[in-house]
């Protein structure tokens, strides 16, 4: 009789186990996971941004977070979160109006639920939103 019982809870600690993960991977997937949106480099080949899209957009008709990563070279210099009202859709490249300077990279962020919203982001690492 002991040993039913120890190989039903063998059983039930491997179920649960295998849905917590399962549960873990799903709250992952929905609020973390970062999907690439689009990259792209300014003419002087030393500069690039990178525009993820960070989890799923809140349900239902929420917004869409993302973030823009400019680097310079292999190495990180801004990390600007920003959110898009667009009826709850997912992030595309479409969503980022984006114009290289001279000593910043601009980035127009549109949604047809908000007004565009500018982030001037340049090289020395500031940041301005208008």
């Known amino acids: 009789m002991k040993k039913i019982i120890k190989v039903i809870l063998a059983i039930s600690a491997v179920v649960f186990i295998l849905l917590a993960i399962s549960f873990g991977r799903i709250i992952y997937l929905i609020k973390f996971a970062e999907t690439e949106v ?16 960070i989890g799923e957009p809140e349900w239902p008709f929420g917004l869409t977070h993302c973030r823009l990563d400019l680097y310079e070279g292999k190495k990180r210099i801004i ?30 962020v549109v949604g ?9 982001l340049f090289f020395d690492g500031k940041v301005k939103k208008n």
């Open 112 to 120: 047809s639920e908000q007004e565009p919203e500018m982030y001037k």
């Open 79 to 108: 990390k600007e979160p920003v959110a898009i009202a667009d009826d709850g859709a997912v992030a595309y490249a479409g969503n980022f109006l984006i114009t290289w300077q001279e000593d910043r990279v601009d980035v127009k």
């Open 38 to 53: 689009l990259t792209t480099e300014a003419d002087d080949g030393e500069h690039s941004l990178t525009v993820y899209q």
